[in-house]
C-alpha cells in the first residue's frame, strides 16, 4: 500500500504507541527487579567489605565516614539523599577492672579483658579500635562480693534459687546469655538484691563444645576469648529526651531522671568472655546446679553458690552528648507523593558489624542500585519510597525512635508501612516477622524469589519445610528499629532475614572474614534478601491496591485470644468482649475485601475518572490506618510510649515476641499478688484490646456510627 489513509495512519499510530510507548506494566519492572540482571553479588560483598573495614560505634568519626558512604552510594543512584542529625546521649566505657578470688587462701586472679586477634587477622591493625568490653548505659560503681550462679536469669531461674534456698542479697551475679535481653539478665538480678552482674557466653550455646573444639576463624564458633557486648537499657531512644526528638538545643531531663525511669539498671555490670565466665565459675561451690544449668559436656560441674570465689568489678562510663546520623533518600511516588512505603536498616556497630547491621546496609544498597537500573528502563513508583539508614541502634534503637518521634503526625498519617531489615544474613533459612495484614504479601514475595542455597525451589518452599511452628513471626519484642513505626505510631511493620543467630553476635569477631567463610560465602543469600525486600516494597509502593489482608488479622487475634482463654480458664476473667471484637474485624477484613474486588471490576476504561481514584484513595486509607486503631494514646500501663495494644514488648523479656503485651503483664502481675483488685485489672486489659480492636474494624468499614 502507497498511501494510507488517515484512519489507517490512527490506527497504525496507535497499536505503535501501545507496542512501544505504552509502559509496561509494573509487575513487569518487578520482575526485573529480581532477575539476575539486576543483582549484584559482587557489589554487596563490595559495599560490605568498605563498611566494615573499621569497628564503627555510634557517635564515631569511623561511623560518620560510613555515613558518607552511604549518603553517596545512594547519591550515585539518582536518589535524592541527605542526612539528618540528632545530638543524644551515648555512654563509652572509662575504665575497667575484674579480679577474682577464688578462695581466701588463693591469690587473686585479674582478667585482661580483651578479646584476641588471631594469626593473619586482616584486622589486627584496627583491632585497638574496637570498643573495650562493656555494657552501654551500665551502672558506673565498684562492688565486691561472692559470686553466684543464675543460669539465663530468667524469672523462672530466680524461682529455683529461691526453692534451692540460695540468698543473692550482696552477691555477684554470673549469668550466661541466651535466653533473654541482657538488660533483663541485670534487672532481674538487682531485683533479686545481688549487687552487681556478670553475664558470658557459654560454650554451650555460642560453639566451640568438645575436645577437639575450633572456633573462629577455623570454625563459625565464638572463640573462647570472644565477648557479646550490648547495651542494657531497656527504653526506645535518647533516654533524655523520652517521647520527643533531640533536635539542638532541645529540653533534656537529668540523669537522675533518666536513673529514675526504671530503663537502666541501677547496679554494674560487664559482659565477659567464655574463658573468664569459666575460670569464675570454677571458683564457686555450693548445691551443684540443675542438669539444664550445666555447660557442654566437658565443661566444668556447675554449682550455683554463694562463693567461696570472691569477685571485685569495677566499671566506670562516660556519659557523651554525641552526634548521630541517620542518612535518608527518597524516590517520589509519581501518583501518589504524600504515601510512603519506608525500608530501614542500621549503620552503628559495636565492633566490624559484617552481620550485624551492614549486611543489611550491603542489602540496601544493592535495593538502591537495583531502583536505579528500574528507573533507567522507564519505571517510576506509584508512592513514595524512603530509604532510611539508622544510627545509634544498638544503644536503644536510637537514630529510628528520634526520627519517628519527630516527624510522628506526618507518619502516623501517611506511613503505608515500615520493612525493617537488619542482620540480614546470618546464615542459611529465610526467617520473617510481621503485622499480619502483610502475611498474604511476604509468601507471594518469598514465591517469586529463588532459594539462594537450593536452584530448584523458592525462599518460600524452604521457608514452609524449615517451620515447625508458625510461619511468620510476630513483632512483640523491641530487638529491632521497627519498634518505633509499630509499637510507638502504629505503622504496618516486616522484618526479614536469613539465618536464626549466630555465635560471634556483638563480639570482634563479627566482620567480613567470618561473612565470607561462614555466614553468606557467596553473598547468594544477600542477593535473596534484597530480592524479597526490595520486591515486597515495590508491591506496596506501585499496586494501586494495597496489598494488605485483615482477614489474616482476625484469624491471628482469635488464636491468640484463645490461647489466653485457655490458660486463664479458671480465673473468672471473661473474654468475650475480645472475640466480639475479633468477629467484628473478621466481618470488616471480608467487606473490604470484597469492596476492592467490586471497584477492579467495574474498572477497566473508567479508570481514568476522578471517582476512581478516589474511591480507590479512601479504600487504601481505611487500609493503611486500620493499624493506627490498635495503640492508645495512654499505651500501656506505666509504659505510656508504647502505643500498640497489641504488639510491644511484654515486661519482663524485652525479647519476648507475644501479643496483648497490656494482658499479659496484668496476668503475671494477679499471679504475684492473687487479689480481686489485681484481676480486675487483667479484666480491664482485656477490655482495652476488644476496643481497640473494635475501633480497627470501624477504620477498615470507613463508616462513622
Ligand atoms: C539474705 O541475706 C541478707 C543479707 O545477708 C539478709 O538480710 C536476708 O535476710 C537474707 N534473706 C533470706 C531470705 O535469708
Ligand atoms: C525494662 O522495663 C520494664 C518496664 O518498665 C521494667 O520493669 C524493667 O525492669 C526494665 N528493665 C531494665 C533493665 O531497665
Ligand atoms: C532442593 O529442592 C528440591 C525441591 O524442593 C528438593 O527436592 C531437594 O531435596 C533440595 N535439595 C537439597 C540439597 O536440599
Ligand atoms: C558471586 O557469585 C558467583 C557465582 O554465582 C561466584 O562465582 C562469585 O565468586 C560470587 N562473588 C563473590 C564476591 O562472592
Not at 333 to 346: A, K, T
Not at 599 to 604: H, S
Request: one cysteine or more; a negative charge.
Amino acid at each position: 500500500m502507497l498511501k494510507t489513509t488517515g484512519a489507517t495512519f490512527l490506527a497504525i499510530a496507535t497499536s505503535f504507541f501501545i507496542l512501544h510507548f505504552s509502559p509496561p506494566p509494573k509487575s513487569y519492572y518487578h520482575s526485573l527487579f529480581i532477575s539476575s540482571s539486576l543483582s549484584d553479588n559482587a557489589s554487596i560483598s563490595h559495599h560490605l567489605r568498605t563498611l566494615t573495614r573499621r569497628p564503627h560505634v555510634a557517635g564515631s568519626q569511623a561511623n560518620a565516614e560510613a555515613a558518607s558512604y552511604v549518603l553517596s552510594t545512594l547519591s550515585a543512584c539518582n536518589i535524592m539523599a541527605h542526612i539528618v542529625s540528632y545530638d543524644v546521649l551515648l555512654t563509652y566505657p572509662d575504665s575497667r577492672s575484674l579480679t577474682l578470688t577464688p578462695s581466701p587462701s588463693e591469690p587473686p586472679i585479674t582478667f585482661d579483658l580483651k578479646q584476641e586477634i588471631y594469626e593473619g587477622d586482616p584486622y589486627a591493625d584496627v583491632a585497638d579500635e574496637v570498643l573495650p568490653t562493656n555494657h552501654a548505659y551500665a551502672k558506673s560503681g565498684s562492688v565486691v562480693g561472692p559470686v553466684v550462679y543464675v543460669n539465663y536469669r530468667r524469672v523462672e531461674d530466680y524461682g529455683t534459687l529461691k526453692e534451692m534456698g540460695v540468698n543473692v542479697t550482696g552477691t555477684v551475679a554470673l549469668a550466661r546469655y541466651g535466653e533473654i535481653f541482657r538488660g533483663d539478665i541485670v534487672m532481674n538480678a538487682f531485683e533479686a538484691g545481688a549487687i552487681g552482674a556478670l553475664v558470658y557466653t557459654d560454650r554451650k550455646d555460642y560453639g566451640g563444645e568438645g575436645g577437639d573444639a575450633k572456633w573462629f576463624p577455623d570454625d563459625k564458633w565464638m572463640p573462647p576469648s570472644g565477648v557479646q557486648v550490648g547495651t542494657v537499657y531497656n527504653g526506645s531512644g535518647d533516654p533524655t529526651t523520652p517521647g520527643w526528638a533531640s533536635s539542638e538545643g532541645c529540653e533534656r531531663v537529668s540523669v537522675e531522671e533518666v536513673e529514675s525511669s526504671g530503663d537502666v539498671p541501677l547496679i554494674p555490670s560487664m559482659p565477659i568472655s567464655g574463658a573468664d565466665g569459666e575460670t569464675i565459675l570454677r571458683s564457686i561451690g555450693g548445691q551443684i546446679a540443675k542438669d539444664n544449668w550445666q555447660g557442654s559436656k566437658d565443661a566444668p560441674t556447675y554449682r550455683v553458690g554463694p562463693g567461696p570465689g570472691v569477685v571485685n568489678l569495677e566499671y566506670n562510663g562516660k556519659q557523651v552528648i554525641a552526634t548521630i546520623q541517620n542518612v535518608m533518600g527518597v524516590i517520589e511516588g509519581v501518583e501518589e507523593p504524600d504515601r510512603f512505603v519506608i525500608l530501614g536498616n542500621h549503620r552503628d556497630a559495636w565492633t566490624f558489624g559484617a552481620v550485624d547491621p551492614n549486611s543489611g546496609t550491603a542489602a540496601l544498597l544493592e535495593v538502591a542500585q537495583r531502583l536505579q537500573k528500574l528507573q533507567r528502563s522507564g519505571w517510576k513508583p506509584r508512592r513514595t519510597i524512603i530509604l532510611c539508614n539508622w544510627d545509634a541502634e544498638e544503644y536503644g534503637l536510637t537514630g529510628s525512635t528520634e526520627w519517628v518521634e519527630e516527624n510522628r503526625e506526618l507518619l502516623a498519617s501517611r506511613a503505608v508501612a515500615y520493612l525493617n531489615v537488619d542482620c540480614a544474613v546470618s546464615g542459611a533459612g529465610f526467617h520473617a516477622s510481621g503485622t499480619p495484614q502483610l502475611d498474604d504479601l511476604l509468601k507471594l514475595a518469598t514465591q517469586q524469589v529463588q532459594d539462594p542455597d537450593n536452584s530448584s525451589q523458592t525462599i518460600y518452599e524452604q521457608w514452609i519445610q524449615s517451620t515447625e511452628s508458625s510461619l511468620i513471626g510476630r513483632l512483640g519484642g523491641a530487638g529491632s528499629d521497627y519498634a518505633a513505626f509499630l509499637q510507638h505510631i502504629g505503622v504496618p511493620a516486616a522484618d526479614m532475614r536469613f539465618g536464626a543467630g549466630y555465635p560471634v553476635y556483638h563480639s570482634m569477631y563479627d566482620d567480613y572474614t567470618w561473612i565470607e567463610n561462614f555466614g553468606d560465602p557467596m553473598f547468594h543469600r544477600n542477593v535473596a534478601v534484597a530480592s524479597v525486600w526490595g520486591l515486597v516494597a515495590l508491591r506496596l509502593a506501585d499496586e494501586e491496591f494495597l496489598p494488605f489482608n485483615y482477614h489474616s488479622y482476625a484469624l491471628e487475634l482469635q488464636k491468640r485470644a484463645e490461647d489466653l482463654e485457655n490458660e486463664m480458664s479458671d480465673k473468672g476473667i471473661t473474654f468475650s468482649p475480645l472475640f466480639k471484637s475479633i468477629e467484628e474485624l473478621s466481618k470488616a477484613a471480608r467487606k473490604i475485601n470484597y469492596q476492592k474486588k467490586e471497584i477492579k471490576e467495574a474498572k477497566g476504561w473508567t479508570s481514568m475518572w476522578r471517582n476512581d481514584h478516589v474511591k480507590l484513595r479512601e479504600l487504601n486509607d481505611r487500609l493503611m490506618m486500620a493499624e493506627r486503631a490498635f495503640t492508645d494514646c495512654d499505651g500501656l500501663l506505666r509504659r505510656p510510649w508504647y502505643k500498640h495494644l497489641i504488639y510491644a514488648p511484654s515486661r519482663h523479656n524485652d525479647y519476648g515476641s507475644t501479643s496483648f503485651p497490656g494482658i499479659d503483664d496484668a496476668i503475671e502481675n494477679a499471679k504475684n499478688l492473687n487479689t480481686a483488685e489485681s484481676w480486675h485489672v487483667v479484666q480491664h486489659e482485656v477490655w482495652r484490646v476488644a476496643r481497640a480492636v473494635k475501633h480497627a474494624s470501624l477504620v477498615l468499614d470507613g463508616k462513622l456510627t
